[in-house]
């Protein structure tokens, strides 16, 4: 399998402040995975008994392009109580598979999520804006927003809050406001047609 990670600050985060960084996959990669921050962020207590927490830099992550497939994380993969930075995530290109986690894939301990901006490209993207999984009752999430442009793919939004979380069409002729859509509900979800 060719695959490419990279990582905006280290592998485990423990206790310290990402910086704020530009991260891009490669082209025609089996497999691209960008973490903003870390792999793991984990609050530390200090030896007078502080805790230290760990904090995510404000990071900009864009997928490879030419039939990669993408795994963005703002942040990390696993987040300990950590705070995650606002982030923007863009989707790769026509033929590319995307999964944009705006902050982790699980949320453990009262872990904060970031503002972070989904842009899906021209690719089917699976779009999280905050966590994945949440572990912790104690979790506190961002306010995220999710934008759509013309030739987007397939799209799929896992955890939009409701008064929390925009959706937004940037650049698409003949979109002025929701009444241009069609809106349809089900049991799998509601499903924006354009």
């Known amino acids: ?17 990402g ?12 497999i691209n995975v ?17 805790t230290r927490i760990s904090r995510g830099g404000n990071d900009l992550l864009i997928a490879g392009t030419q039939n990669s497939n993408n795994k ?3 942040d990390c993969e696993d ?13 790769g290109g026509a033929g590319t598979g995307n999964s944009l986690i705006g902050d982790g894939t699980r949320a453990l301990e ?18 999280w804006g905050d966590f ?4 912790s009752a104690d979790t506190v999430f961002g306010h995220d927003t999710f934008v759509f442009k013309s030739n987007n793919g397939t799209d799929r939004i896992y955890d939009f809050r409701s008064g929390e979380d925009k959706i937004e069409f940037s650049g ?5 406001d929701f009444s241009d859509l069609t809106i349809s509900f089900s049991s799998a979800g509601t499903q924006l047609t354009f």
């Open 1 to 17: 399998v060719s695959q490419s990670r990279y990582f905006g600050d280290g592998y485990n985060m423990i206790g310290c402040q």
């Open 19 to 30: 910086g704020n960084d530009r991260l891009a996959g490669g082209a025609d990669v089996e």
């Open 34 to 50: 960008l973490y903003g921050d870390g792999f793991m962020m984990v609050n530390s207590i200090t030896h007078d008994g502080q």
């Open 72 to 74: 963005l994380f703002g």
């Open 79 to 91: 987040m300990y109580g950590g705070v995650g930075g606002n982030d923007i995530l863009i989707g």
């Open 110 to 127: 009262a872990s904060k999520g970031g503002n972070d901006v989904l842009i899906s490209g021209e690719g089917d993207d699976k779009m």
């Open 132 to 135: 994945r999984l949440v572990s």
């Open 172 to 176: 698409m002729t003949g979109i002025d």
